[in-house]
Structures are given as C-alpha cells and as structure tokens.
C-alpha cells in the first residue's frame, strides 16, 4: 500500500511540474500566435455565453456559460504567465494579462448583473433594457482602452520583430 501511494504522489509531483513548466518560443511569429490563441478561447467562451444567453431562459446554463468565461479567462492569464518573455519583450504579454483578467472580472461581475437583471420579475422589460444597455456601455467604454492597449504592444511587437499581422485575426502573416 505504501509503494502505491509514493508512486501516486510521484506521479502527482510529475504532473504538477509539467504544469507550472514555462513555456518558450524561438519566432517572435509564434510567440505572438500563442498569445492570439488564448484571446481566441476566450473570445469563443463570451461567444457560447451570449448564444446561451439568447437561446435559452435556463438560468442555470446561463451562468454556467458564464463561469466558463471566467475560467478560460484565468486559464489564459496563467498560460501567458507561464510565457517566457520573448527576447525581454514584456510589453505584449503584460497587455495580453491585463486583457484576458479584463474578460475574467466583466464574466463575474457585469455579465452576472445582467443575468440579475434579465431574470427580475419586479422591473418592467424597458428598464431591465435601459439597465443592461447601461452596463453593456460601461464594459464597451472600459475595454476599449484595455483592447487598444493589446493591439499598440501587439502591432509594435511585431513591427520590432519584422512581421505582419493580418486584420481580422491578429495573427501572423508571413
């Protein structure tokens, strides 16, 4: 019995190492796509929310659609976290953090309020409308100085690295 549970806490400290390892590009193009992926898996989580969101009135899949944004959010902050700073260059990847925790916290909390909001009883459909444009105007105006931040540090990250970026995706184009 004790043989097993040392090779379970050896296989254990074995995963948790491949975990927390850092992750390393040599191309500054791959680097960057790595970076667009983890906006990508969160952009697709606010995505599924929001067809959850119109598509059913189940509370529960609402907000647990939600929480999924949070989740692949903070997943996608440890995952660029765990990124070895192309040759010293910070700026990107400390806008890219800011970005994704941006997504994590409006996931918990405005997009929390507006499932309160939407399934309250007591208020009339106009002002449930006028509150949730109100907090969809708060996000919008909040976020554009976060996303414009990313794309300066993305736009001259690549620039300092000698390649293009395609519009729609922020991806590489080489």
Do not use: W
């Amino acid at each position: 019995m004790k043989n097993i549970f040392c090779s379970f806490l050896f296989v254990l400290a074995l995963a948790v190492n491949g975990i927390a390892q850092p992750t390393r590009f040599n191309n500054a193009v791959e680097y960057n796509d790595f970076i667009v992926r983890q906006q990508t898996k969160v952009g697709e989580a606010i995505k599924e929310f929001i067809t959850v969101f119109t598509d059913t009135n189940d509370s529960t899949k609402i907000q647990e659609s939600r929480n999924q944004i949070a989740i692949e959010a903070d997943s996608a902050v440890a995952r660029v976290k765990r990124l070895v700073s192309f040759q010293g260059d910070t700026a990107f990847k400390q806008s890219s953090i800011r970005l994704y925790r941006f997504y994590a916290s409006i996931a918990r909390v405005e997009y929390d309020q507006i499932v309160r909001v939407s399934y309250n009883k007591s208020k009339k459909a106009e002002d449930i409308q006028k509150e949730i444009g109100a907090i969809v105007q708060d996000i919008t105006e909040r976020e554009k100085k976060v996303d414009a931040d990313f794309v300066q540090a993305q736009k001259a990250f690549a620039a300092k690295h000698q390649f293009t970026l395609t519009s729609d995706t922020g991806q590489s184009n080489q």
